[in-house]
């Protein structure tokens, strides 16, 4: 059974992405979760297949999962366009590059957290920064990174941009 985390923070202003994802096992917790999002929809919270286009999913299948509440069309024409044109892309280029490895990518499924500012408005840095971020969330979850060590060294250093003071 295979159970990786990842997770990226990429670009600035209201489009930035930050993506947190599980990569795992069809019948593993990560397989419970996929089918969880699609089965367990709310207002506001619609999980949705990442697709390179209408019928066309990528593999391993990747479900989408939002991190705030979309609270109108714009944003879900957000989430529904550049950002899962750019979450697709980042796992098809995954598998193309040996990230995740192609003979797994039927047993493997993702669950991708995806963050879209209600008051974003740039579809092309949303998709690139997406892109971004999940590419560098699967390559840090298939490459168990952070390692214990590394974080350790530096958890007392560590300056997040969002700390508040």
Same mark, same amino acid.
């Given at each position: 059974?295979?159970?990786?985390?990842?997770?990226?923070?990429?670009?600035?202003?209201?489009?930035?992405?930050?993506?947190?994802?599980?990569?795992?096992?069809?019948?593993?917790?990560?397989?419970?979760?996929?089918?969880?999002?699609?089965?367990?929809?709310?207002?506001?919270?619609?999980?949705?297949? &990442?697709?390179?286009?209408?019928?066309? +999913?990528?593999?391993? !299948? /990747?479900?989408? =999962?939002? @991190?705030?509440?979309?609270?109108?069309?714009?944003?879900?024409?957000?989430?529904?366009?550049?950002?899962? &044109?750019?979450?697709?892309?980042?796992? +098809?280029?995954?598998? !193309? /590059?040996?990230? =995740?490895? @192609?003979?797994?990518?039927?047993?493997?499924?993702?669950?991708?957290?995806?963050?879209?500012?209600?008051? &974003?408005?740039?579809?092309?840095?949303?998709?690139?920064?997406?892109?971004?971020?999940?590419?560098?969330?699967?390559?840090?979850?298939?490459?168990?990174?952070?390692?214990?060590?590394?974080?350790?060294?530096?958890?007392?250093?560590?300056?997040?941009?969002?700390?508040?003071?």
């Amino acid at each position: 059974m295979h159970f990786h985390i990842g997770e990226a923070l990429v670009g600035d202003g209201n489009e930035i992405a930050h993506i947190d994802l599980m990569l795992g096992s069809k019948n593993g917790p990560v397989g419970t979760a996929f089918a969880n999002a699609l089965a367990n929809q709310s207002e506001g919270h619609t999980n949705l297949l &990442a697709v390179l286009e209408p019928n066309l +999913a990528v593999k391993p !299948s /990747t479900v989408m =999962i939002t @991190k705030v509440t979309i609270k109108g069309m714009r944003q879900a024409v957000q989430m529904f366009g550049p950002a899962q &044109a750019a979450v697709a892309k980042a796992v +098809a280029d995954a598998v !193309s /590059t040996g990230i =995740i490895p @192609k003979d797994q990518c039927e047993e493997l499924v993702c669950v991708c957290g995806v963050f879209i500012h209600p008051e &974003a408005e740039d579809d092309e840095k949303i998709y690139k920064y997406n892109y971004e971020a999940t590419l560098e969330a699967l390559k840090s979850a298939v490459g168990n990174s952070p390692t214990v060590d590394e974080m350790l060294e530096k958890k007392d250093s560590a300056a997040h941009p969002y700390k508040g003071f």
